[in-house]
């Protein structure tokens, strides 16, 4: 069975940094590509950043390039997200999702077959 957990969300300053996680279960993770996404209150949900499943390639949202940075670690099955100089609106629940055929615009959601269940990062002082 596929499974994501996300983690690492949480309250942190403007200026702050927060490192989210993303463990894969029942699949290996490298063979898919993964999106983070992020869905704030009466918003919809947009890509944030996307790593490829075959070169690595990665892509980022122009309203976090520069801050955020996405990796893999194979061996860990785990992919993360290291926002630094976090700003009030990043605010939002944050997800990571799967995509095993790596094809079409990675920041579109529908695109993406599983999901994990999201965590909250909030920036606030």
């Known amino acids: 069975q596929v499974q994501l957990v996300e983690s690492g969300g949480g309250l942190v300053q403007p200026g702050g940094s927060l490192r989210l996680s993303c463990a894969a279960s029942?699949?290996?993770?490298?063979?898919?590509?993964i999106g983070w996404f992020r869905q704030a209150p009466g918003k919809e949900r947009e890509g944030v950043s996307c790593?490829?499943?075959?070169?690595?390639?990665?892509y980022y949202a122009d309203s976090v390039k520069g801050r955020f940075t996405i990796s893999r670690v194979n061996a860990k099955n785990t992919v993360y997200l290291q926002m630094n100089s976090l700003k009030p609106e990043d605010t939002a629940v944050y997800y990571c999702?799967?995509?095993?055929?790596?094809?079409?615009?990675?920041?579109?959601?529908?695109?993406?077959?599983?999901w994990g269940q999201g965590t909250q990062v909030t920036v606030s002082s």
């Open positions: 999702a799967a995509d095993q055929t790596g094809y079409g615009s990675w920041y579109h959601p529908s695109l993406y077959d599983d």
């Open positions: 029942g699949f290996t993770l490298d063979y898919y590509r």
């Open positions: 790593i490829s499943s075959n070169d690595g390639s990665t």
